[in-house]
C-alpha cells in the first residue's frame, strides 16, 4: 500500500512537501511517481522518479517549481512543492509502477490521495 500525506491549506507563493510511504517492498527496478487531479478535470502527471537512480521526469507545468525525491530507507517518495499557485489546487496522488513514464496506465499501484488547497 501507498499513504500520501502533507496536503493542506497554503497561501499563494507558498511551499508544501508531500510524502508518500509505501507499506511493502519498493524493488529496485520501480518508478514511483506522482499526480493530480483538480475537480473538473482529468488525473494529470507531475513528476517520476527511479527507485534505483537519480533519473526523473517532470511536467513542463512544474518542473521550475517542484522537485520528486525519494529516501530509500524510509521506502518514501517526496514531492516539494514550491511557489504554489490556485490553479495546483487538486487531490495529489503517489503511485508505484515498473514503466518509466508519464502515463497513469503504467502505474499499478495508487496512494489515497492527499489534499492540497492554495488561497489566492
Known amino acids: 500500500q501507498l499513504q500520501a500525506s502533507g496536503g493542506g491549506l497554503v497561501q499563494a507563493g507558498g511551499s508544501l512537501r508531500l510524502s508518500c510511504t509505501a507499506s511493502?517492498?519498493?524493488?529496485?527496478?520501480?518508478?514511483m511517481g506522482w499526480f493530480r487531479q483538480a475537480p473538473g478535470n482529468e488525473r494529470e502527471f507531475l513528476a517520476a522518479?527511479?527507485?534505483?537512480?537519480?533519473?526523473?521526469l517532470y511536467a513542463d507545468s512544474v518542473k521550475s517549481r517542484f522537485t520528486i525525491s525519494r529516501d530509500n530507507r524510509k521506502n518514501t517518495l517526496y514531492l516539494q512543492m514550491n511557489s504554489l499557485k490556485p490553479e495546483d489546487t487538486a487531490v495529489y496522488y503517489c503511485?508505484?509502477?515498473?514503466?518509466?513514464?508519464?502515463?497513469?496506465?503504467?502505474?499499478?499501484?495508487w496512494g489515497q490521495g492527499t489534499l492540497v488547497t492554495v488561497s489566492s
Open positions: 503511485a508505484k509502477g515498473i514503466q518509466y513514464s508519464t502515463q497513469q496506465y503504467d502505474y499499478n499501484l
Open positions: 522518479i527511479r527507485w534505483n537512480r537519480d533519473s526523473t
Open positions: 511493502g517492498r519498493i524493488y529496485s527496478s520501480s518508478v
